[in-house]
Nanobody
Framework: QLQLVESGGGSVQPGGSLTLSCAAS????????IAWFRQVPGKEREGVSC???????????NYVDSVKGRFTIVRDNATNTVDLQMNNLRVEDTAIYYC????????????????WGQGIQVTVSS
């Protein structure tokens, strides 16, 4: 059973940066498509970024419009993690962030992901 653990959350001022990491034990994440979702109270879980499983040494990425140019999703093979580098953070980025995995390709539908981390808080405020 794939188990995911998020780390790297915290509090930051607007314009600041944070990097979230999604780690797994026992299984290499290269075989999985990994997505980052976020959720605020009273709202549905929103897909933020997704990186497809590695095929032929390539792994394409996707971003929701609101984070394009500010967030970058990357695989770190040395640590078997998928990181979400978040720059120029805004107050509206405040949420609980979750990483999720599936064997098929990227999707913005949370119900299509079968493996989830426990979530980590990101707070952006002045």
């Amino acid at each position: 059973q794939l188990q995911l653990v998020e780390s790297g959350g915290g509090s930051v001022q607007p314009g600041g940066s944070l990097t979230l990491s999604c780690a797994a034990s026992k299984f290499t994440l290269d075989y999985y498509t990994i997505a980052w979702f976020r959720q605020v109270p009273g709202k549905e879980r929103e897909g933020v970024s997704c990186i497809n499983r590695v095929e032929g040494r390539l792994s394409s990425t996707n971003y929701v419009d609101s984070v394009k140019g500010r967030f970058t999703i990357v695989r770190d093979n040395a640590t078997n993690t998928v990181d979400l580098q978040m720059n120029n953070l805004r107050v509206e980025d405040t949420a609980i962030y979750y990483c999720a995995a599936r064997l098929s390709y990227c999707s913005w539908r949370s119900d299509q992901f079968g493996f989830w981390g426990q979530g980590i808080q990101v707070t952006v405020s002045s």
